[in-house]
């Protein structure tokens, strides 16, 4: 005997909103169109506030019905589709070829924030929470404009507490 029924998606609501709030990292990170980043960023808190499996609603009635939720357009909602059916997105890994999705793990760094995780992936050639470790570690964060001794101690006490999560 065997099982008709479809297989369920995989993905919940929180992954969902995960994968659209990385695509809306990168398209900060890279200095996109900022109507296009706040779009995928509210999108990601209204799936990640939503009690209904958005899932099923993908399986109900498809990007039509996803497009009822306010903040839902057009292209989100076939982004959310692909997610659902794949478990991942074509648009992020486009966005990854060009910057790799680890740099989006320098924001976590207190006394990093936008600009200087950018000068530290374009200037200094840092792509992750590792990178930035040895740079700090080979004394390489004080040639980084704008970083002093108090940010610089900050820094290290955020890789410290990232390095034992």
Do not use: C, W
Not at 34 to 44: E, G, R
Not at 74 to 99: F, R
């Amino acid at each position: 005997m065997t099982d008709d029924t479809p297989d369920k998606p995989s993905v919940n609501n929180e992954q969902i909103a995960h994968i659209l709030k990385q695509i809306a990292g990168m398209l900060e990170f890279q200095d996109e169109n900022a109507f296009k980043l706040k779009a995928y960023s509210m999108a990601a808190e209204t799936i990640d506030s939503l009690q209904v499996p958005i899932a099923e609603m993908v399986e109900r009635g498809g990007a039509a019905e996803l497009q009822k939720i306010p903040g839902i357009g057009k292209g989100i909602s076939s982004q959310i589709v692909e997610i659902v059916h794949t478990g991942g997105s074509t648009y992020l890994d486009e966005l990854s070829k060009e910057v790799p999705l680890s740099v989006l793990d320098l924001r976590r760094v207190s006394g990093i924030g936008l600009k200087t995780a950018q000068l530290l992936y374009k200037d200094f050639g840092v792509k992750s929470l590792e990178g930035l470790s040895f740079l700090l570690e080979s004394g390489g964060l004080k040639s980084v404009p704008g970083l002093g001794e108090k940010s610089i101690d900050r820094i290290k006490r955020s890789l410290d507490r990232l390095k034992q999560e």
